[in-house]
């Protein structure tokens, strides 16, 4: 029944090695978000996909890309991990009209060594 | 001042007990009000939408003061499961209506 899947859960990396979370989505909404959480902190909007159209939030490092190759799919790449990188990663979509509440996915913790 | 303000707690109150948060917000134009939980090392997942009369379900009631800019949660006859940190949510300030701001949490303890 899970509606947003995001994989792995658990993400091991090397610094400044690459590394892509994936996301998907079962409810056919128009956005898929990404969100970086740290520990105590506030999910933070890194980007999102109104359908193909891209926005970037002005502060997300330049390190952090996004694809969405359809619907269902959204990817997050980060190019050269650094050791600050280390976080919960959250996957979410909305229908994209106000007052709609966003579904996350189960999340994918990085770590960075 | 942040978009999105939480008293983080942490909260410890005993079973059964009524325990209330509230959170400010800065933007006055908001229009969509949310309250997540989310439990240690899990994603935010919706509790309920913060209807301009208030709304309740079950136990947690929501009050939104657009006067004040805050959003308040109650809940009632705590269970031990109740146990998370709650999240305030409110749109951002953007055309679109539908990107969120979220707040950094009221942690909740309920103890037996």
């Known amino acids: 029944d899970a509606m947003v899947i995001q994989n792995p859960r658990y993400q091991v990396t090397q610094f400044g090695k690459p590394v892509t979370l994936s996301c998907s989505q079962t409810l056919n909404h128009n956005v898929m978000y990404w969100y970086q959480q740290k520990s105590s902190q506030a999910p933070k909007l890194l980007f999102h996909y109104y359908d193909k159209d891209f926005n970037n939030e002005a502060d997300t490092p330049d390190n952090f890309q996004s694809r969405r190759p359809n619907t269902s799919f959204c990817f997050l790449d980060i190019r050269s991990p650094g050791l600050g990188d280390a976080a919960m990663y959250l996957c979410?979509?909305?229908?994209?009209?106000?007052?709609?509440?966003?579904?996350f996915g189960d999340g994918t913790r990085l770590s960075i060594l | 001042r942040k978009e999105v303000e939480q008293d983080p707690g942490p909260f410890n109150v005993p079973e059964g007990a009524t325990v209330a948060f509230n959170c400010t917000y800065s933007n006055s134009a908001s229009q969509s009000f949310f309250w997540y939980r989310q439990d240690c090392r899990k994603e935010p997942k919706l509790l309920m939408s913060v209807y301009s009369s208030g709304n309740e379900d079950g136990r947690f009631t929501a009050q939104l003061n657009r006067a004040s800019q805050y959003i308040s949660l109650l809940i009632r006859d705590s269970k031990l499961s109740d146990s998370a940190t709650y999240l305030c949510?409110?749109?951002?300030?953007?055309?679109?209506?539908?990107?969120?701001?979220f707040g950094k949490g009221t942690s909740l303890l309920v103890t037996p």
């Open positions: 949510v409110v749109n951002k300030n953007s055309n679109s209506g539908y990107a969120l701001n």
């Open positions: 979410a979509t909305s229908r994209g009209q106000p007052n709609q509440p966003q579904h």
